[in-house]
């Protein structure tokens, strides 16, 4: 059974107080993607083979962490390649188990050198 959720700006959320320890996903076997959707903005996360583009604009991604702002790439061109060259001027707040995307507009295949240096980042807190 899945924990409580809510929808906000058509991006469905795990209720942080139905948390008690971090589940991780078996994601051995996804590819690790960039996305980008109209109204939740970027995340970076693995996204189930079964779940790829077809004429869909809702995916789930696991594992995922939302990239608010990023530094040292000029875009989610270069940042799904290359990775962040400012690590310290990002803002990624922590990675989540799951999150729905809805009205999803892009997704790039993201290399390792660019996941390992998104998971670099600190987690940024208000």
């Known amino acids: 059974m899945k924990?409580?959720?809510?929808?906000i700006d058509d991006v469905k959320y795990i209720r942080e107080?139905?948390?008690k320890t971090k589940q991780v996903v078996n994601t051995e076997g996804m590819p690790c993607v960039i996305v980008r959707s109209y109204d939740a903005g970027v995340f970076c996360g693995f996204i189930d083979?079964?779940?790829?583009?077809?004429?869909k604009t809702t995916v789930t991604l696991y594992?995922?962490?939302?990239?608010?702002r990023?530094?040292?790439?000029?875009?989610?061109?270069?940042?799904?390649?290359?990775?962040?060259?400012n690590k310290n001027d990002c803002k990624f707040p922590c990675e989540v188990e799951w999150v729905v995307l809805n009205r999803?507009?892009?997704i790039l295949p993201c290399s390792e050198t660019a996941k390992r240096s998104i998971d670099e980042v600190e987690v940024w807190t208000a």
Do not use: F, K, Y
């Open 70 to 85: 990023w530094s040292g790439a000029a875009s989610l061109s270069q940042l799904c390649v290359d990775g962040v060259a």
């Open 63 to 68: 594992n995922a962490r939302r990239l608010w």
């Open 49 to 55: 083979n079964n779940d790829c583009v077809d004429d």
């Open 3 to 7: 924990p409580e959720t809510m929808i």
């Open 17 to 19: 107080d139905a948390v």
């Open 104 to 106: 999803v507009c892009e």
